[in-house]
């Protein structure tokens, strides 16, 4: 199985910064798309960010500018540089990575917990 823990989530001040992290542990043989959606209370989830095996990535057009999104295909972690942090930015923040296990020879998508974002003055 896999499993995908995050880190970073917290307080922060308008205008502030953010980083996020997500690491995936477990029967790993690759992974493919990493990315970073979010969940604000009565919203549905919506992308964030992602990044391909490769390193091509794709932005909402609402963080453009602001976050980034790096991968380390050595260590199975994607983390979100957050910038410019806004009110309408405080959600459940979620990492989505696409694995393939070495049991399973298929990719298959895993979802982490979540981890609170709140931008707040």
């Known amino acids: 199985q896999v499993q995908l823990a995050e880190s970073g989530g917290g307080l922060v001040q308008p205008g502030g910064y953010l980083r996020l992290s997500c690491t995936a542990s477990g029967s790993i043989f690759s992974i493919r798309r990493m990315a970073w959606y979010r969940q604000a209370p009565g919203k549905q989830r919506e992308l964030v960010a992602s990044?391909?095996?490769?390193?091509?990535?794709n932005y909402a057009d609402f963080v453009k500018g602001r976050f980034t999104i790096f991968r380390d295909n050595t260590e199975k972690t994607v983390d979100l540089h957050m910038h410019s942090l806004k009110p309408e930015d405080t959600a459940v923040y979620y990492c989505?990575?696409?694995?393939?296990?070495?049991?399973?020879?298929?990719?298959?998508?895993?979802w982490g917990r979540g981890t609170l974002v709140t931008v707040s003055s």
């Open positions: 990044i391909s095996s490769g390193g091509d990535t």
């Open positions: 989505h990575q696409e694995v393939q296990t070495t049991v399973v020879f298929r990719y298959s998508a895993f």
